[in-house]
């Protein structure tokens, strides 16, 4: 059974970095058959998606254009985690995050949810 | 970015009703549509993909159809434990996107 536990602050003060983990268990984040992401909601946005890695023979990511130049996600598979970092924040990011696996082309396994709210 | 559109917003149904939820995309996503059902405070799950597989573990009262950019969601007896908002969501090209949800309520 894959779990996918979150963790990191809830409040971030604006023009911060947030940060966020997720630990993996169940699979691994070096999976050939898998793809970790990060996906936000909000209730001004929905459900948006954020990025994604996955490895085939080599680690490929790709990132929403809409955070394309604030996001880093991150694989460490010495820890088997997904890690996300979205620079200079502002309220318009306060939403829930979710790490979620995607098994093919559907997202099969989500974590917890991590409420994360910008202010000052 | 491909756009998806559900119908109706909202809905109210009594337990045993026939319910179906229409997600239209802006374009052509032949039958890479996912469907899922969230509960206040907890994670989507994940219910049809590939527009009408069954995900393990999910009544058959829950069913999906279509292809190319129309496709239904179809709860054939509404149970108590179905009252929750639904979002398609579209895997045919990035980003990923969702439709704006269809929260299901009890009359």
């Known amino acids: 059974q894959v779990q996918l536990q979150q963790s990191g602050p809830g409040l971030v003060k604006p023009s911060q970095t947030l940060s966020l983990t997720c630990d993996i268990s169940g699979d691994r984040v070096s999976s050939n058959s898998a793809a970790w992401n990060w996906i936000r909601q909000s209730p001004s946005r929905g459900l948006e998606w954020l990025g994604r890695?996955?490895?085939?023979?080599?680690?490929?990511?790709d990132y929403a254009e809409s955070v394309k130049s604030r996001i880093t996600i991150n694989p460490d598979t010495s820890k088997n985690q997904l890690s996300l970092q979205l620079s200079s924040v502002t309220p318009e990011d306060t939403a829930v995050y979710y790490c979620?696996?995607?098994?093919?082309?559907?997202?099969?396994?989500w974590g917890q949810g991590t409420l994360v709210t910008v202010s000052s | 970015d491909i756009q998806m559109t559900q119908s109706p917003s909202s809905l109210s149904a009594s337990v045993g009703d026939r319910v179906t939820i229409t997600c239209r995309a802006s374009?052509?996503?032949?039958?890479?549509l996912n469907w899922y059902q969230q509960k206040p405070g907890k994670a989507p799950k994940l219910l049809i993909y590939?527009?009408?597989t069954l995900q393990g573990g999910v009544p058959s009262r829950f069913s999906g159809s279509g292809s190319g950019t129309d496709f239904t969601l179809t709860i054939s007896s509404l149970q108590p434990e179905d009252f929750a908002t639904y979002y398609c969501q579209q895997r045919y090209s990035i980003p990923d996107t969702f439709g704006q949800g269809t929260k299901l309520e009890i009359k």
């Open positions: 890695t996955y490895y085939r023979s080599k680690w490929y990511i």
């Open positions: 590939a527009a009408s």
């Open positions: 374009q052509s996503i032949s039958i890479h």
């Open positions: 979620v696996r995607a098994s093919s082309a559907w997202y099969d396994y």
